[in-house]
């Protein structure tokens, strides 16, 4: 198990200051999920493939995003299309706990808290798993995981196969960056 965690982060805008640290978590994994099943150049089939729009966003549309959640908390999406390997959502949620350990076989995750305080129950063996669907697992619980408590600025990354789930016992905010495969 592997986790990065960052703190010192003042003001809400300043985490567009640790985006870059995100995106360096994301790219190689990007870039590797991105030309996995891309035939290499010089090979029979060999393409180049289509550029994937680019999407920007400013702070203050951020900010208007993270308003309207505070005011009825759920999830925003801000990255997703068809043909991209990543997606990306806002969430923000008040005294929520998952009620079981869920695990991917195609999705990789990279958690940053932008206000708030949550906790992480991570890794471990998942008892009792159950599937849900294609490469999709939910377990009641999982034995010798390790609780990551998160705050403001901090960032956890979560590969593929970990058992997660997270508890909220007050408010949070939360930018998801998912690394998709299939």
């Known amino acids: 198990m592997v986790h990065f965690l960052m703190a010192k982060v003042q003001t809400r805008r300043n985490f567009l200051r640790t985006a870059p ?3 360096a ?14 035939p290499a150049a010089g090979q029979a089939g060999a393409a180049v ?20 959640l505070h005011a009825a908390p759920g999830n925003q999406n801000l990255i997703t299309a068809a ?43 998942p008892k009792n798993a159950r599937v849900t669907g294609p490469g999709e697992w939910l377990a009641p619980d ?10 403001k600025g901090d960032i956890l990354s ?13 408010s949070v905010s939360l930018l998801q960056v998912n690394g998709l495969t299939t």
């Open 21 to 23: 640290l995100a995106a």
């Open 25 to 38: 978590i994301a790219l190689p994994l990007t870039d590797t999920l991105l030309h996995a099943a891309a």
């Open 49 to 68: 493939p289509a550029p994937v729009p680019f999407q920007s966003f400013p702070a203050q549309m951020v900010e208007d995003s993270l308003k309207a």
């Open 83 to 125: 043909g991209i390997a990543v997606s990306a959502n806002l969430t923000v949620e008040d005294k929520k706990s998952g009620a079981e350990f869920e695990f991917h076989a195609h999705k990789d995750h990279i958690f940053q808290v932008l206000e708030g305080r949550t906790r992480y129950l991570v890794g471990g063996t």
């Open 142 to 151: 999982s034995e010798g995981y390790t609780a990551v408590e998160m705050k």
């Open 158 to 170: 979560v590969p593929r196969m970990t058992p997660h789930k997270r508890v909220t016992e007050e």
